[in-house]
Every structure is written in structure tokens, then in C-alpha cells.
């Protein structure tokens, strides 16, 4: 059990506190709810390009990362399809000087040309680089559109053309801050060693008086139901042919969105999994594979990925992996497989609990999806789920029709 408190400023601003007092580090996580799915169509990537301008100084700092890490303390972010997270971990005694910082930034954020331009550069470079100029690196930018055409999860976060990001004005940042950067818009967790009325009266000092925003209405296309299934092969100087089965699947707030996460364990996960030892170890056809979903809030994705052994063909491994799949589909999981998937799914869960930083996280995200006592309750969930359920969402799911295939072809040399 996570033990937490909320409150909430005038501004609107959520605040959660979790103390622990096993750590002598202070967490500040601030999550804003934006992502690339926010974006409009011709103007993409900016989520990400402003993850990094934040970090481009204040009216007040000239830099952000300084006075941090003078303060002992390390920061980072993440920008995913559907959030923008912020974390500072730093001494405890210095909380105060990481809530004057992410404060200041929220409330006094500096448009210079330079930043502009410093951080404009940094994320074109790193689309090039793990983009373009990697192996595989460009799969998302094509498997993406070719699994969804209407909602905006069809670009990755990175952007759907580098052009966009060229192309971006002061006055493109300057409203996207405008509309997204807001109290309204953010969920505050700070956890540590430290007494619930010291925590409010450090967050309203440092945010209190930051003007509420207007929170946004968020309205998106929604994803036509997948009715075909879609193939895509492309060429690539990569090491070997690679295959990407994405099959769609629930909401994050759909239960079946968990009994799919418990299909992609079995399928999946690791040495213990069907695939792998089915696909690998008996029929050699692989040199890897895997399972995973995108954990996205609106309808995801399970990918099976992996690169085939040398000399197999995809038509092959297309052949006996649906075999696979429709084993799974019918026939029900024993008691001892199903108990398998759980013990590691707790310990996965009891292991992330043990970092202050994930908790705080993850209480920012349940919180976004409604209830921060979520992440109490998701084990839950989980203990509920009975094998004939995994079997009759396996048959949902696992069809052909629902699925989007993409094929990298190694070219040879």
C-alpha cells in the first residue's frame, strides 16, 4: 500500500505527497497532460521539442540544470504519445530550491531566439540519429501510420516529418506553452521525509499565485474499428529481416487493456514465454522475439517483434506463429501457467514500487487517469483475471483483421 495525500491550489493545480521516510532525497515530479496525440497533423513534434526547451532558462534563471545540480541534485524528462513528465531528485534539505525552479519555469518560461534555436537543433539531430541513421530506428515511423489512420497516435513523438520541427516559430512555441503549461494542466507529486503542512506551505509559496490557466478541451478522431489486415514491407542496411505484428487493443482504462497485458507476458515476456520457446528454441526461426503493449491511455497497440535466423523466410514464421496464437486462443491457460504470470507480474510491481522516484511517477499518472489510489488498487485487477478470460480476449484480439504487419527486409550488400 502507497500511502499519499492530495490537495489542490486555487490554481487548480493537484498536488500529491507521499511520504518516505527511508530516503534522504526529495522527489518533484510534474507531469502535464500533453503529448504528441495533442498535436495538430501539420505541425507535430512539438511535445517533445518543448520537453527540451524547459530546460532553456526562465525570465529569472538563465539555466535551469545549474543551480540544480549545485544543489546536489539530477533532473530529467520523458515525452511519451500521451504525456510530458518532469522529475528533480535532490537532497531533502534542498526541496525548496527544486520547487523555486520548476515553479519559475512553469510560471516564467523564456522565449529567446537562441533557445529556440539550441533546442531546435538538438531534437533535428536526434531524429537523425535514432531515427534515420540507426538500424530499425525509423520502425515507429512507419508502423505507426500504418496501424492507425485517423487518431494522432498514426505519428511517433518524435514528430511525423523533421520539416515540422524546422519549420516551428516563436509564435507556434509561445502558444503551445499558452495552451498546455498551466496549473490546470499538471499534477504535482512530491515525495519524501517530510510533514504534510511543511509540503503545503512550501507548494503554495512557490506556486500559489502562478495564474490558473485555462484547461483544454481535448478532442481527438477516433480510430475507425480495424476491419483488414494491413502488410507493409520496406528495405533497410539492417543486420537481418525483422517483423513487427501490431494487433489493436483496449484503453488503458478498459479492463480487457489488462487481460491483454497478461496475454503479452505469456506470449512473450521472456525465455519462459510461448513464442520464444516455441518459435525460438523448438523451430529456430528466430534469433529474438517479444510481446509488449504500448500502455497507451487511448486505443494501444500489443506488438510481437523479433528478427528472423538466417536463411527463414517470413512466410515461414508468419505460418507458425499464427499456429501459436491459435493455441493460445484455443486452449485455456492451466492453473500453473496462470499463476506463473501473476507471481511476475507482482514482483514487477513489488520492484518498482521500491524507488521513491517510480512512485511518484506512477501516482502522477493515476491521478491523470482519475484516481491517484489507483495504483493501490490495479494489483487488484489483475488477481481477478481467470483464464477463460484470457482466452476469450485472445480471440478478440488475436485476428488478422485487427492486425498491421510491418516487414524489414535486410537489403543485400
Not at 511520504?19 to 498535436?39: Q, S
Not at 494501444?300 to 527463414?312: H, K, Y
Request: charged share 30%; proline share 3%.
Amino acid at each position: 500500500m502507497i500511502h499519499f495525500e492530495k490537495f489542490t491550489l486555487k490554481n487548480g493545480l493537484i498536488v500529491l505527497f507521499h511520504k518516505d521516510v527511508t530516503t534522504p532525497m526529495a522527489i518533484v515530479n510534474t507531469l502535464y497532460d500533453v503529448g504528441a496525440r495533442d498535436e495538430e497533423e501539420n505541425k507535430t513534434g512539438f511535445a517533445h521539442l518543448f520537453e527540451h526547451l524547459m530546460f532553456g532558462g526562465s525570465v529569472n534563471i538563465p539555466e535551469f540544470d545549474t543551480p540544480l545540480q549545485q544543489a546536489g541534485g539530477e533532473n530529467n524528462a520523458f515525452t511519451s504519445n500521451d504525456i510530458t513528465n518532469y522529475y528533480d531528485v535532490v537532497p531533502a534539505q534542498n526541496l525548496e530550491i527544486a520547487l523555486w525552479l520548476e515553479s519559475d519555469r512553469m510560471l516564467s518560461l523564456a522565449f529567446t531566439d537562441k533557445s529556440l534555436e539550441v533546442q531546435r537543433n538538438v531534437v533535428i539531430e536526434e531524429f537523425k540519429q535514432r531515427y534515420l541513421n540507426q538500424p530499425y530506428g525509423d520502425v515507429w515511423l512507419q508502423l505507426r501510420p500504418l496501424a492507425y489512420k485517423t487518431h494522432p497516435y498514426k505519428w511517433a513523438t518524435i514528430g511525423k516529418d523533421i520539416k515540422h520541427i524546422e519549420d516551428a516559430t516563436m509564435d507556434d512555441v509561445k502558444a503551445f506553452f499558452n495552451k498546455y503549461y498551466n496549473p490546470s494542466n499538471a499534477i504535482l507529486c512530491i515525495a519524501g521525509n517530510f510533514e504534510l503542512e511543511e509540503v503545503k506551505q512550501l507548494v503554495e509559496k512557490w506556486y500559489g499565485d502562478i495564474p490558473i490557466g485555462k484547461k483544454f478541451a481535448r478532442i481527438l478522431k477516433r480510430e475507425p474499428d480495424q476491419t483488414d489486415f494491413r502488410e507493409l514491407t520496406i528495405e533497410r542496411d539492417v543486420p537481418a529481416n525483422a517483423f513487427y505484428y501490431a494487433f489493436k487493443m483496449p484503453e488503458r482504462k478498459n479492463l480487457e487493456y489488462y487481460i491483454v497485458d497478461v496475454i503479452s507476458d505469456e506470449l512473450g515476456r521472456d525465455k519462459s514465454s510461448r513464442l520464444y520457446r516455441k518459435l525460438k528454441k523448438e523451430l529456430e526461426l528466430v534469433t529474438e522475439i517479444s510481446a509488449y503493449i504500448t500502455g497507451s491511455l487511448d486505443e494501444g497497440l500489443l506488438i510481437i517483434s523479433g528478427r528472423l535466423s538466417e536463411d527463414v523466410t517470413f512466410e515461414q514464421l508468419d505460418e507458425a506463429l499464427w499456429l501459436t496464437l491459435e493455441e493460445l486462443k484455443s486452449e485455456r491457460l492451466d492453473d500453473e501457467t496462470l499463476n506463473r504470470l501473476m507471481i511476475k507480474i507482482r514482483t514487477v510491481k513489488e520492484f518498482q514500487d521500491q524507488s521513491t522516484l517510480t512512485k511518484a511517477m506512477n501516482l502522477c499518472f493515476f491521478e491523470l487517469l482519475g484516481d491517484a489510489n489507483g495504483i493501490n488498487e490495479e494489483w487488484m485487477i489483475y488477481q481477478q483475471i481467470t483464464a477463460n478470460d484470457i482466452q476469450q480476449t485472445a480471440k478478440h484480439i488475436l485476428k488478422k483483421k485487427n492486425c498491421s504487419l510491418l516487414k524489414v527486409k535486410a537489403t543485400k550488400n
